[in-house]
């Protein structure tokens, strides 16, 4: 079920943290920083995602995107987002932000054996995630740029042709249910 409040996270330390650093105030599209976690994380629960990935969905933007550099904590506070949600889903929250897009999207789908590079754009590290870890990634970041996709049609018609592309390479990374979403949306 898709919502756009925080009902389901009143008691919630991971939704404290983000209206303590200004996500519920914060223009995104289709409303706030906070609506748009929680869409995120609402597609990837619908999707049946794994509880730590649904967390870190929620928290995906603490650190900053190579395509959104609003950083909502500083890399040197990772210990408060790791009190609030837990060591896995940071760990998950910092891959997702760390992601150099341009070196890293174009073997991120590779199949086993071929060579698979990840590079850091926080360290400059270069290596190879593990599988889950890669779709871990691409499930998070279907479900970041769908929920874009369906609140701003501008971005839609900007980027869903390169998107449809982008994704159906990650196919084997990702869910059945993501995977149809994909195509409702984009396709």
Not at 84 to 102: K, M, N, P, Q, T
Request: aromatic share 8%.
């Amino acid at each position: 079920m898709m919502h756009s409040d925080d009902d389901q996270h009143t008691d919630s330390p991971a939704i404290a943290l983000l209206k303590e650093v200004g996500a519920e105030t914060t223009k995104h599209s289709g409303g706030t920083l906070l609506a748009h976690l929680l869409r995120v994380e609402a597609l990837l629960a619908a999707w049946g995602a794994r509880p730590a990935l649904r967390t870190a969905a929620l928290c995906h933007a603490f650190y900053g995107t190579d395509g959104l550099p609003l950083a909502l904590l500083e890399l040197s506070e990772r210990d408060r987002l790791v009190e609030a949600i837990g060591a896995e889903a940071e760990e998950l929250v910092y891959f997702y932000a760390s992601c150099d897009r341009a070196a890293s999207y174009p073997t991120l789908a590779a199949p086993d054996g071929e060579p698979v590079t990840f590079r850091d754009r926080f360290t400059g590290e270069e290596f190879t995630p593990s599988a889950q870890r890669r779709r871990d990634f691409a499930e998070l970041t279907v479900a970041n740029e769908l929920d874009l996709a369906k609140v701003n049609e501008s971005f839609r018609e900007r980027n869903g042709a390169g998107l449809l592309e982008l994704f159906t390479r990650w196919a084997p990374l990702l869910s059945e249910a993501t995977r149809r979403e994909v195509t409702e949306v984009l396709g």
